[in-house]
């Protein structure tokens, strides 16, 4: 197959291992924002980000090759930020016909003319694509590149399509499973992320105290397995997707580490939300998910009239990052009767 | 309400402090083992294996004297080790009456004359109660013991016992939900710690290779609680506890941290399992409960026909623990096609 990844980010870069892996011609476009991964990797260095260097056979695109990079291929990975996904999809409409499957990995809920729309509903309306998969499931980039195993979901409302691209990616080291639940996939990509940064916060604030709250951890784990459950079954998904890699997975490892449980431990341990922010900035850690997902997710939900009383632990982390609550009200949400 | 816990270990004596925080009369009864422990208490020390010091209402007793520690009781909670629950059942049985409420906190499966037992089951049978709440959820005894918060489940079969007791013992910090599924919330606490084993041994492997699997890591969790799900599913108890706090919540805690994992990891790190467990009698740890745990669930799984095709995972860390199996083969376990 020819596949072409759009992004040259974290896990875009990483992807063209397995696919290479696989014996597949792998294109690597990169946007205006990768230019200073390309003028690593076309020099021969590792990626700055996932510390990796990209094989060799794969073929690398420049911003202004967007076409090149897309002709005859037989598969498109949409890999951009999740801000990216828009012009994206439509720079790659009509580009791309209908019938190639646009595999998307980037998470998150945006506002478009008003309405929150998920990565692969972004994709499917505006690139105009009838073969969406979406990529879900604990996957840090950096260990996908360096070929540690990891298991993750390709969803697809045609499972057909998920299944003939697991058959073409799927290594020994890159599990794939299969689902047609992209919604159960997607909220829980998105969500997540802010209940990582409720888990930062608990680690921060019961750190300060000098105790080790683990049992106050794993009832927060199990809290919100519980709560995505359930908003993904008001929005039309399965509560099975939530308990499996997409949420419970992907929830172990964003929470065990990345940026946003730093964000929330910083919260924890006593800044407020612009302090810890500007800390994030200083630190050269960029975009927190989290923060801006709890933003749109908010719209989302309650365009669906999921509240407080469906998720009140998101809502808690909501009200902290965008509403002054202060931080103890995640605990009190934890521990309420 | 008198409440007499049998056994001075670490979470019987934890569970003194919301009880005696609620107004109760406790009474605290110490083993022939807990003699040790009953020489710190009785002058004013911390427990040792707590750390914490027993609230000064708490009235002790004496191995002599368990009659007099159940005198007029109107709860009785089981405390001891997993080994200690049959003899203990037998003592008291015709002591306390039918419907006295009897709390079990201890976890694992025993074979009694040849059958492989829950604790539950144990105490209902030889104690003859009817009344048998089961207390499982993620709650590491030094933490509750320290008002830390703390969630878990208490599942009987008379429901309406189990809601009596949340409202004598719940506390702030000491949170109760209540199920009638005691065959899911009791496999789920003996399960976990053999998947916390495997935990272990994933975590030690990697290590010495250098990297942090995290996505592995991930995925064995999730693997497991789905695992455990199937298992629970066809012993006749509900997915959805493996999926709260007794499953998932109590595997997090116990693969976070505990000899299950150190178990594992030593394992993981290269030493065969006598070597490993004769270095954690070194290290005075003491019984590791998953490394019993595997052993009577195989009995207590093949006798209902539930084989390694329902739960590969969990009979790659049982060949593993008593079979010679390299460790690796967990690994394998957990990467299948």
Same mark, same amino acid.
């Given at each position: 197959?020819?596949?072409?990844?759009?992004?040259?980010?974290?896990?875009?870069?990483?992807?063209?291992?397995?696919?290479?892996?696989?014996? =597949?011609?792998?294109?690597?476009? #990169?946007?205006?924002?990768?230019?200073?991964?390309?003028?690593?990797?076309?020099?021969?260095?590792? =990626?700055? *980000?996932?510390?990796?260097?990209?094989?060799?056979?794969?073929?690398?695109?420049?911003?202004?090759?967007?076409?090149?990079?897309?002709?005859?291929?037989?598969?498109?990975? %949409?890999?951009?930020?999740?801000?990216?996904?828009?012009?994206?999809?439509?720079?790659?409409?009509?580009? %791309?016909?209908?019938?190639?499957?646009?595999?998307?990995?980037?998470?998150?809920?945006?506002?478009?003319?008003?309405?929150?729309?998920?990565?692969?509903?972004?994709? *499917?309306?505006?690139?105009?694509?009838?073969?969406?998969?979406? %990529?879900?499931?604990?996957?840090?980039?950096?260990?996908?590149?360096?070929? #540690?195993?990891? =298991?993750?979901?390709?969803?697809?409302?045609?499972?057909?399509?998920?299944?003939?691209?697991?058959?073409? #990616?799927?290594?020994?080291?890159?599990?794939?499973?299969?689902?047609?639940?992209?919604?159960?996939?997607?909220?829980?990509?998105?969500?997540?992320?802010?209940?990582?940064?409720?888990?930062?916060?608990?680690?921060?604030?019961?750190?300060?105290?000098?105790?080790?709250?683990?049992?106050?951890?794993?009832?927060?784990?199990?809290?919100?397995?519980?709560?995505?459950?359930?908003?993904?079954?008001?929005?039309?998904?399965?509560?099975?997707?939530?308990?499996?890699?997409?949420?419970?997975?992907?929830?172990?490892?964003?929470?065990?580490? @990345?940026?946003?449980?730093?964000? @929330? *431990?910083?919260?924890?341990?006593?800044?407020?939300?612009?302090?810890?922010?500007?800390?994030?900035?200083?630190?050269?850690?960029?975009?927190?998910?989290?923060?801006?997902?709890?933003?749109?997710?908010?719209?989302?939900?309650?365009?669906?009239?999921?509240?407080?009383?469906?998720?009140?632990? #998101?809502?808690?982390?909501?009200?902290?990052? =965008?509403?002054?609550?202060?931080?103890?009200?995640?605990?009190?949400?934890?521990?309420?009767?």
């Amino acid at each position: 197959m020819r596949v072409t990844i759009l992004g040259a980010g974290a896990m875009g870069s990483a992807l063209t291992v397995p696919l290479s892996d696989n014996g =597949h011609e792998v294109r690597l476009w #990169f946007t205006e924002y990768d230019m200073g991964i390309w003028d690593a990797i076309s020099r021969g260095r590792e =990626h700055p *980000r996932i510390g990796v260097r990209i094989p060799d056979c794969v073929k690398l695109y420049r911003p202004e090759d967007l076409n090149r990079a897309l002709e005859d291929s037989d598969c498109v990975v %949409v890999a951009v930020s999740s801000r990216g996904v828009l012009p994206i999809s439509k720079r790659i409409r009509g580009l %791309v016909e209908r019938d190639i499957p646009l595999v998307v990995v980037s998470k998150g809920i945006e506002v478009v003319e008003g309405e929150p729309l998920t990565m692969a509903g972004i994709v *499917r309306r505006y690139a105009e694509s009838e073969s969406v998969v979406y %990529v879900s499931g604990p996957s840090l980039a950096a260990e996908l590149g360096r070929r #540690f195993p990891t =298991h993750v979901v390709y969803s697809s409302e045609r499972v057909e399509v998920a299944s003939r691209l697991k058959r073409e #990616f799927e290594t020994d080291y890159y599990r794939i499973a299969v689902t047609d639940d992209v919604t159960g996939a997607e909220l829980s990509a998105a969500m997540k992320n802010v209940y990582a940064i409720a888990y930062g916060v608990v680690d921060g604030m019961t750190s300060k105290k000098g105790g080790a709250y683990n049992n106050l951890k794993a009832a927060l784990i199990t809290i919100a397995v519980e709560e995505m459950a359930s908003v993904v079954e008001k929005c039309g998904g399965r509560r099975e997707t939530v308990f499996g890699l997409s949420g419970l997975g992907d929830l172990y490892v964003t929470a065990m580490g @990345g940026r946003n449980s730093m964000l @929330g *431990r910083l919260i924890g341990g006593g800044m407020s939300v612009e302090e810890a922010l500007e800390e994030m900035r200083k630190r050269g850690v960029g975009v927190v998910e989290g923060y801006q997902n709890a933003a749109t997710l908010a719209k989302y939900l309650s365009a669906r009239d999921i509240n407080r009383e469906t998720a009140p632990l #998101f809502y808690s982390v909501y009200s902290v990052l =965008h509403e002054g609550l202060p931080s103890e009200g995640i605990i009190k949400a934890l521990c309420k009767p």
